[in-house]
T-cell receptor, first 116, second 114 residues
Framework: GNSVTQMEGPVTLSEEAFLTINCTYT??????LFWYVQYPGEGLQLLLK?????DKGSNKGFEATYRKETTSFHLEKGSVQVSDSAVYFC???????????????FGRGTQLTVWP | EPEVTQTPSHQVTQMGQEVILRCVPI?????FYWYRQILGQKVEFLVS????????KSEIFDDQFSVERPDGSNFTLKIRSTKLEDSAMYFC????????????FGQGTRLTVV
């Protein structure tokens, strides 16, 4: 079946520190991979995505590379800011088969807190 | 910028009561979803809806749950007889196409069953 495992939080960093949030997946088909972010009091927003192996998604200084060989999609940012404090969700969506298309499978979410 | 709107933001209900959670998806989207997140747990898929019918539902989506799109704009989730374990944040999402495209989420409705 499909599942996503991401590192347990919370993660606490100082401003300008390097961030990595690990995400690995299991999929029966050929998934697209996503990182969603949830800022306090807001809904889930797409941060970045990758649709095939070796694709790199990037947005707002965050990056993640679709690694089929390690079934991973780790989120990285070189220098975090206080405004990056949020919950980050790794997710996958399967492609290529009927009615399961579009359904997202989420990880548990990782709370990131950045201190000035 | 178009957005998915959910109402109410917070609903408190007594166990056994019916609740209806409302969502207005983005107007040109065709695929609609409900997810929920019990506090501290994963975001879980409940149901997907396309062309005025359910296209997929999870094992969570039992006979107590129903969805409809009565007027072409609102997309509702009804829980017929709420249980304590239904307390969660419920997210509505919509998508222009099924795969490889961004699903847009609403801000969520926090349902508390007492």
């Amino acid at each position: 079946g499909n599942s996503v495992t991401q590192m347990e939080g919370p993660v606490t960093l100082s401003e300008e520190a390097f961030l990595t949030i690990n995400c690995t997946y299991t999929a029966t088909g050929y998934p697209s991979l996503f990182w969603y972010v949830q800022y306090p009091g807001e809904g889930l927003q797409l941060l970045l995505k990758a649709t095939k192996a070796d694709d790199k998604g990037s947005n707002k200084g965050f990056e993640a590379t679709y690694r089929k060989e390690t079934t991973s999609f780790h989120l990285e940012k070189g220098s975090v800011q206080v405004s990056d404090s949020a919950v980050y969700f790794c997710a996958l969506s399967e492609r290529g088969r009927g009615s399961t298309l579009g359904r997202l499978y989420f990880g548990r979410g990782t709370q990131l807190t950045v201190w000035p | 910028e178009p957005e998915v709107t959910q109402t109410p933001s917070h609903q408190v209900t007594q166990m056994g009561q019916e609740v209806i959670l409302r969502c207005v998806p983005i107007s040109n989207h065709l695929y609609f979803y409900w997810y929920r997140q019990i506090l501290g747990q994963k975001v879980e898929f409940l149901v997907s809806f396309y062309n005025n019918e359910i296209s997929e539902k999870s094992e969570i989506f039992d006979d107590q749950f129903s969805v409809e799109r009565p007027d072409g704009s609102n997309f509702t989730l009804k829980i017929r007889s709420t249980k304590l374990e239904d307390s969660a944040m419920y997210f509505c999402a919509s998508n222009k196409r099924q795969a490889n495209t961004e699903a847009f989420f609403g801000q969520g409705t926090r349902l508390t069953v007492v």
